[in-house]
Each structure stands twice: as structure tokens, then as C-alpha cells.
């Protein structure tokens, strides 16, 4: 039976969506200023014009691109239902963090995607494009603060400490550094690839690590 032709609204959609996935390959890659129009268009396969009927423009494209970062963020971490004043015991709060250092790590280390959604994100944080302000606001400090209140109610300390914040950071940064130094890694682990059985051995010293600073943490805090 033959397949039923895509609508207007259908292709259309496609062609954004294409563009934004050629933006954030080629503006991580290369940097917004050194990629051309001509360039993602080409990524995308779509007609030069279609990036100013979507998004006004390159620049539109570049918001577009984070816009779409914090939304598959969002949907990794499910981060709506933590942003909420939601009070955790200490039990709760450790399985809480487990579980997205899980689904963090199986993200940002082994999706294919998450490369090009790394490289854009270090693009536009080194060089502070317009693009940081979004991800920051709508994603970065309403996670953070999250991961604070979880922190603060495993370790018995105070959310919007300093030492928390930093802590939060820090534990944020050893799931990153294994995305964005990943040939390195692979290198030195003697790996092909990261997948499961890989990821899987990430997440176990690294839950290890989060639960023996914790535990420092509680003892000092009592």
C-alpha cells in the first residue's frame, strides 16, 4: 500500500526542523559567524530561502537552535516537575539525583545528537552569544536551583549556599567533560564508542563519587 503524500504543514515542519539540526551542527562546529546561510541550507538540503521564511533570518535560526536545546533538555531531565517548591527527605533526594545523573549521562554521553547540542552550547558560552541568555534562563538556573534543593536535602546543608552551588557545578561538569572530551576518553579506556554497557560504567563511579562526597557533606553538616 502507498505511503500517503506528507501535507504542506507536514513538509514545512520538516524543513524547520532540518534547519535547526543543520544549525546546531554547523554553529557548533564552526561558529555562527564562519557558517553561511548557503551552508546550512545545503546541511539541511532545503532552498536558501526557507531559513528567512522560518526564523527571519540566520539569526532567528541561532535562537531557534537553543530554543530547541532547552525543550529536548526539558524532556531528558524532566525537569517541569522539579522546579517546584517539592520538599525531598534525604533518602528520596539521593534516589532523586541518581536517577538524573542516570538519565543525564545516558543522554549527554551516549545520543548521537548530543554531540552537536555540546558543541553549540561551549560555542555560545565561550564566546557569550545571544543564545546563553535563553539557555541559562529557561533551562540552566531553574535546573540548577533544582539540583540545589536536592543537594541541600541529602547532605543537610543550605540550598543557595555557595558550597552547594559549586557542588551542583561540579557534579554537572564530570557528566559534561566525558561528552565534550569524549576522544580522549575513548583513547584512554581503550573504547570504540560509548553505549550502554559503557555509559553504564560512568554512571556507577560517578554515582559512587556523588554519594561519598555526600556523605562527607552530611557528616560535616551534623
Not at 140 to 169: D, M, N, Q, Y
Request: charged share 25%; aromatic share 6%; net charge positive.
Amino acid at each position: 500500500m502507498a505511503s500517503k503524500p506528507q501535507t504542506r504543514s507536514g513538509m514545512s515542519q520538516q524543513t524547520r526542523e532540518a534547519l535547526v539540526a543543520a544549525g546546531l551542527k554547523l554553529f557548533g562546529s564552526k561558529g555562527f559567524e564562519a557558517t553561511s546561510t548557503r551552508d546550512i541550507a545545503a546541511e539541511a538540503n532545503a532552498n536558501i530561502a526557507s531559513i528567512a521564511y522560518h526564523f527571519g533570518g540566520k539569526d532567528g535560526l541561532r535562537v531557534a537552535c537553543a530554543e530547541s536545546i532547552v525543550a529536548r533538555l526539558k524532556q531528558v531531565t524532566g525537569s517541569a516537575s522539579l522546579v517546584g517548591e517539592i520538599r525531598f527527605d534525604e533518602e528520596a533526594a539521593l534516589g532523586t539525583l541518581e536517577n538524573l545523573l542516570s538519565m543525564i549521562v545516558g543522554f549527554m554521553v551516549v545520543r548521537p545528537e548530543a554531540r552537536d547540542i555540546a558543541a553549540f552550547m561551549v560555542r555560545e558560552i565561550t564566546g557569550a552569544g545571544p543564545a546563553v541568555d535563553i539557555i541559562y534562563d529557561e533551562f540552566v538556573a531553574p535546573i540548577h536551583k533544582a539540583l540545589c534543593r536536592l543537594w541541600a536535602a541529602a547532605t543537610g546543608g543550605e540550598a543557595e549556599s555557595g558550597e552547594t552551588r559549586i557542588a551542583v557545578f561540579a557534579l554537572i561538569g564530570q557528566v559534561i567533560y566525558f561528552r565534550i572530551g569524549q576522544p580522549l576518553v575513548l583513547r584512554r579506556l581503550e573504547w570504540k564508542s560509548v553505549g550502554p554497557s559503557e555509559a553504564e560504567e560512568i554512571i556507577r563511579v560517578l554515582k559512587a563519587n556523588m554519594r561519598a562526597l555526600i556523605a562527607a557533606k552530611k557528616a560535616a553538616n551534623r
